[in-house]
């Protein structure tokens, strides 16, 4: 997707605003209009402050049609037919391209349950979940009364439309909608950093498979050189981060009992704040370790 | 089995020693012969020291002889013929008789090739032992010349028999044969003991299905009423212990995000001395862990 | 003081039983007298339960006499015209025998201005404080109301009844009246308990001086022989352990920093729960340590 | 001191070339002269190593000269009769200006000591040191031969005209001549930075009086706004950190014990790498701490 500045955008004819902004919200141009004669904002956080008080003072019918005009999630007939492109990406990152016959069985029963309830499809922002918890949010959402739901539903417009505008348009304050996932590796038994321990990440799934999502090896300051996850929503889920020690200790010719006491130290922990940053460190000696959530 | 006191041994009829001791070592009473005539011992340490006089001194073919009469490990033809019982159970207790096909046939090749090399059956204190040591041992040993392999052999000779000893004679002294695993959680969010933890102690396999081998809940001081293994040698291997402490600390109405930070830890070590006490404790908040090999 | 069995006290004449418990409360050979008659006794707890009901059911102005009996804490002059053994001893326990001029100021302000507005001596079970708690103490109550410090002054003459009927009368049953304090070194750099550490543990005093209470080194199991206070109550108060870990590493040819990243280790805490076990670990390499209230 | 830019340096008549850095090696001109010669320098690494080369690469009697143009330490008599600025200052920076009549004469033994063994001053790049590890240094050097000893001090004057450079001279880039240390505390009981915690950093004194050398709070990020030390060589010595961390959960409501089982927590440790970073941080319950040499 090209950028656009947003001093571009507040100096644009009402027609070029209303088409550079035309799929920030699915379907629905006549948001950007009353945007545009709002003009000019003095940041990007300004610019989604007034979508969101667009939408929420719509009269209820605009707002029932604008939910209507998403899609339904992970589901296969509408993938065939085809969904926006921002509505494809979204979907397939939490890998909802990638769902074994069961899973996809458990969406569409789940969607299935959700429209007949509420008579509209199920919105949520897909970037800040994993399958699992996406699954889980649909059997809690499908308890609520129509209203709530109404509001939960442009809530999660809202953030699909924060992230879409961060990827689109270039301001000098950014959107808070980005999350940040780090380790750090201290070696207790020499008191420094500890450079080359392989690392991986991996999802943990309670349906289907878990998978590595990261692998990365630790410099000389016992960091990775990149966050695990950076640069978007931390997924909503569990995840198992594995440390190789063993593998570290003997390189160092450090004595180890056969088998290691310790050998891939797992931590196991959950994610719940897709925006905030977790640093979950492992302080490490050949027969000890700690982590906690850190800053 | 039932038990027979050391006083008892030594006021014994030589027969009835013989007849006592007779299947202490696989089918080869020359040895409870001997130690008839070496009565009366102070205690059970000096017995199996004396046992182990007997076989370390005899002349190479008694020795092979010995060596031989012992069975393959997990061999199917062998167990369908009968093991002596001691031979059956030892087997058992490292899962032996849950093997899946896969692994019959990797014992079977391991058996095989170890036969073809040294002539003699692999011996091995099963009890000491996961069957994931077990093939790790088998492939270390194989490397070994005969005469490193005889000396072997006849130390775990040596092993069983005081594991065997240990089970039939009741004296004042103990035989070191025992380990014992053990857990404590201790809740540093208040100071406190953790009780009402749910533990789960499995056993990891490399080869097959990792299992469940003991499960318990923290007691009023944090502990565990009983060892988590305890009253015989800790098999060497890899395992994991897990501890429910989302649930421990929701019970409490802690405040926890959702889903909680921690939720099961597990804490994943490996145990090389069978005879040795591993103390592995949680300290633990909702937000950290630590761990550490005690005492 | 010569002890005597719950058994005999129960067989004894009603004269030898009031002898026999003549000091347990100051002065007051009623509540005796009244004991003698509920005869005989399941337990000591049981015995000490009944004279707290004696006290508790006596009328206001015999229960004011009782609290009359007992002499001014720290004061000199009662102390020259002589207190009974056991005031003298419990006093001397706190270190009041031991005050700096400054200090006997300060308790004679504090003493002089609990009698003017509450009429009665100040009270207190001084074997459950340090002199520093015993201040802190008297600045609390003296904001109290009268009947409030009726109240506080009758349990405090249980405490110090219950103290003496331990010391006194031995029975089946214990009563809850001693508290300890244990430490532990584990080496994490080896995985192993720290056996040869120095330990001092350090009274803490705002004012006046600090003093070492007890040196210990710890054993093979990496404990002390001995709880570091034990067999009695935990006086109330701030406390420093302090390890000489450098010393330890030293000994054992560990590399270290010169000098030391790590050399003796201050664990300063308070204790607040006399009849509890307070359990203060240290977990140790060279370059960390941790601590925790342990059990 | 005002500063002059390497560029500058490298354009400047002799004349002034020696002058700009008169006082970078005390009294000895010559050395400014020879470095005139060999420019121009790409950067101050490559000037200091210059400056080194020209005295290693000296006769011995020059040498001699050289060390012998250096005041002694701490003595009253010179500072009285004048030292240059820089001599003053960095005297000043370790406290000599501040010693008791004690500290005085045992500086003045030492001093009188060396210079009857060696036949020159003691010199010591004091910026990089407490007064007791000063006097340790004093110890251990007494000990040494003489050319040990003439090897010293030209190492100390290479460090002492480094850190006289890099305050002179701005280029583009530095000379590694400075350290830092910092700390960070974690609440491990709510699971984030703790913010509001008063933190002093104490230099422990074996002779004469410990000081406090900073104060700082935590800010948001449970760090704090500057390193504790920095800017400057971290001076070789024992120090102390108080956290007063009673106070910290006090304001926010956590239930402590009276006393809290915490209060001011000090952690004790000592810097022998002036040129590194220490990261000291605390990770903290109101039951549990611990603490590590991190990066």
Same mark, same amino acid.
């Given at each position: $997707?090209?950028?656009?500045?947003?001093?571009?955008?507040?100096?644009?004819?009402?027609?070029?605003?209303?088409?550079?902004?035309?799929?920030?919200?699915?379907?629905?141009?006549?948001?950007?209009?009353?945007?545009?004669?709002?003009?000019?904002?003095? #940041?990007?956080?300004?610019?989604?402050?007034?979508? $969101?008080?667009?939408?929420?003072?719509?009269?209820?019918?605009?707002?029932?049609?604008?939910?209507?005009?998403?899609?339904?999630?992970?589901?296969?007939?509408?993938?065939?037919?085809?969904? &926006?492109?921002?509505? &494809?990406?979204?979907?397939?990152?939490?890998?909802?391209?990638?769902?074994?016959?069961?899973?996809?069985?458990?969406?569409?029963?789940?969607?299935?349950?959700?429209?007949?309830?509420?008579?509209?499809?199920?919105?949520?922002?897909?970037?800040?979940?994993?399958?699992?918890?996406?699954?889980?949010?649909?059997?809690?959402?499908?308890?609520?009364?129509?209203?709530?739901?109404?509001? %939960?539903?442009?809530?999660?417009?809202? *953030?699909?439309?924060?992230?879409?505008?961060?990827?689109?348009?270039?301001?000098?304050?950014?959107?808070?909608?980005?999350? *940040?996932?780090?380790?750090?590796?201290?070696?207790?038994?020499?008191?420094?950093?500890?450079? #080359?321990?392989?690392?991986?990440?991996?999802?943990?799934?309670?349906? #289907?498979?878990?998978?590595?999502?990261?692998?990365?090896? &630790?410099?000389?300051?016992?960091?990775?050189?990149?966050?695990?996850?950076?640069?978007?929503?931390?997924?909503?889920? %569990?995840?198992?981060?594995?440390? *190789?020690?063993?593998?570290?200790?003997?390189?160092?010719?450090?004595?180890?009992?056969?088998?290691?006491?310790?050998?891939?130290?797992?931590?196991?922990?959950?994610?719940?704040?897709?925006?905030?940053?977790?640093?979950?460190?492992?302080?490490?000696?050949?027969?000890?370790?700690?982590?906690?959530?850190?800053?």
């Amino acid at each position: $997707m090209s950028q656009i500045s947003l001093a571009d955008l507040n100096a644009a004819s009402k027609a070029d605003f209303v088409a550079a902004l035309a799929n920030v919200v699915e379907y629905s141009p006549w948001i950007a209009e009353q945007l545009a004669a709002k003009r000019p904002f003095a #940041g990007i956080n300004e610019l989604h402050a007034a979508l $969101m008080a667009a939408i929420q003072s719509a009269e209820p019918d605009v707002q029932l049609a604008l939910i209507r005009a998403h899609p339904d999630l992970a589901d296969k007939t509408q993938r065939a037919a085809g969904l &926006t492109a921002e509505s &494809t990406d979204e979907q397939n990152s939490a890998g909802l391209d990638r769902l074994s016959e069961a899973e996809y069985a458990a969406f569409e029963r789940a969607n299935g349950a959700y429209r007949d309830k509420f008579g509209f499809p199920y919105i949520v922002c897909v970037r800040r979940h994993t399958r699992d918890s996406v699954l889980r949010d649909f059997e809690t959402r499908l308890l609520n009364i129509a209203k709530t739901e109404t509001r %939960r539903a442009i809530e999660e417009i809202g *953030r699909i439309s924060a992230l879409r505008l961060d990827q689109l348009v270039m301001a000098d304050d950014r959107l808070k909608v980005h999350g *940040r996932l780090s380790t750090h590796v201290l070696d207790n038994h020499i008191g420094k950093p500890a450079p #080359g321990v392989p690392i991986e990440l991996v999802e943990l799934a309670s349906l #289907g498979e878990s998978r590595i999502i990261a692998r990365a090896v &630790t410099n000389a300051d016992g960091r990775t050189d990149q966050p695990l996850i950076g640069g978007r929503p931390l997924p909503i889920g %569990r995840y198992e981060l594995r440390f *190789r020690v063993a593998q570290y200790y003997a390189e160092r010719n450090v004595p180890l009992s056969d088998p290691p006491f310790l050998d891939e130290i797992p931590l196991r922990f959950a994610i719940s704040e897709p925006e905030s940053h977790y640093h979950v460190p492992l302080l490490v000696t050949p027969w000890s370790y700690s982590t906690y959530r850190g800053s």
